[in-house]
């Protein structure tokens, strides 16, 4: 009896165990009719159960494998969801029958007008049920990693991409100061024995004088890691992207992965540490400002929006140059002149206030630049206009007793 007893509860579990991992794809019962989603007159759409960690570019051919025809996709590295645009409605209404009744994993999509239909709990079961072993991230290919730490935490094949700017900008933050010296060194030694090796295995028959000589197992003398006397808030260069953050709000920081991997999710930059303090100061300014306009941010996918990037230089003697890069496609030349008027009258208030409250850090001169950019890069090009709309364009530093003055698009940092 206890032996039947114990079968009976094992069955019992199991049944309830594989019931639960069907739960989340049959408790999506609220989804349009399809004769709904195609009385909408936008034509877009709304697929859930995509693949967590696939890109854009795959989760297109598996669609085109479908039948599946659209001119846009919008999909997030680690999340579920895409957003599909078409271009007519004859289109539309072959995709979503399509996808009602097969998919990329064998299975039909559930399809929505717009994602917020969904409530709370339905995305909840769609997010669960999109964890499968077949939807994880894919692992990167070794020609795309790169030579540092940062390529470590970015390219893990089973954890998602962090939303910690901390991960990006400053990758052993986890680190005691200590800590980080031993690591660098460590990883400096490798690199000038390898250098080494792989000389002498090249060169063979001829190898140069250098190599030759008695530096130990290294290519050139080696006396460490020498410690910064400062170690926080010491960088004066700061390029911000704008974008949204990870819930869909504007946001300026530090993106937290690569435009070609689909992650644009912009990271606030307040906890890292190399950030100085006039900088964040400054950073929160532009982005109160570029909110309250209500005009959006560029989709660096889709190359859409307006504010671009900002980026903010400070300097020891208390000068700070701020330079604005803007899209301005999508708005006429007076929309343009009116919102780069606010803009420089934003900053110019702030400054006017900041003086009269405080003088740490210490705020001398404050020359702001506006710089309109259409290419497809953040980065503009170096004859790219750029204008002056407030203060004199006079911005110093000085190093070691001797003074330098230092334009806006030279590479000071």
Known sequence: ???????????????????????PRDAIATQPSIEEILADEKLEICVMLVPKYQEAKKITKAFKKLGVEYEKIKKLSGKTFAK???????????????????????????????????STAERVA????????????????????????????????????????????????????????????QELADILKKIVATTKKESKY??????????????????????????????NKCGFTIGLDENGKTNVGFMTGRTRDS?????????????????????????????????????????????????????????????????????????????????????QVWSEEYRAKSSDPPLRNLSVYWQPWVGVSNQPAQDAPLELVLGNGQTFETINGMTFQVSPSAFFQ
């Open 126 to 185: 769609l997010e669960e049920a999109a964890e499968e072993p077949e939807t994880k991230r894919p692992r990167v290919d070794s020609r795309d990693s790169r030579p540092d730490s940062r390529s470590s935490s970015s390219s893990s094949s089973s954890e998602p991409p962090s939303t910690d700017a901390r991960d990006t900008v400053t990758p052993l933050w986890k680190l005691s100061y200590p800590e980080q010296l031993k690591k660098k060194h």
């Open 263 to 347: 992650i644009t999710f912009i990271a606030d930059p307040s906890l890292c540490s190399t950030v100085s303090p006039m900088t964040l100061i400054v950073r929160n300014v532009v982005l109160d400002h570029i909110v309250s306009t209500g005009v959006p941010a560029y989709d660096k996918i889709y190359h859409t929006g307006y504010w671009r990037s900002v980026m903010v230089k400070t300097f020891s003697t208390g000068d700070v140059d701020v330079t604005m890069l803007i899209n301005t496609v999508i708005k006429t030349p007076e929309e343009n002149e009116e919102l780069k008027k606010q803009f420089a009258s934003a900053l």
């Open 206 to 235: 001829d190898i140069p004088p250098w190599v030759k000589k008695q530096f130990g197992l290294f290519c050139c003398p080696f006396e460490g890691m020498i410690p910064s006397p400062v170690i926080e808030g010491y960088r």
């Open 1 to 23: 009896t206890k032996m039947s007893t114990e079968a009976t509860t094992q069955t019992t579990t199991a049944t309830t165990t594989e019931a639960s991992k069907k739960r």
């Open 84 to 118: 599909l645009t078409f271009k007519d409605k004859e289109s539309k209404e072959k995709a979503v029958r399509i996808l009602r009744t097969t998919g990329i994993n064998g299975e039909p999509h559930p399809i929505y007008i717009s994602r917020k239909m969904l």
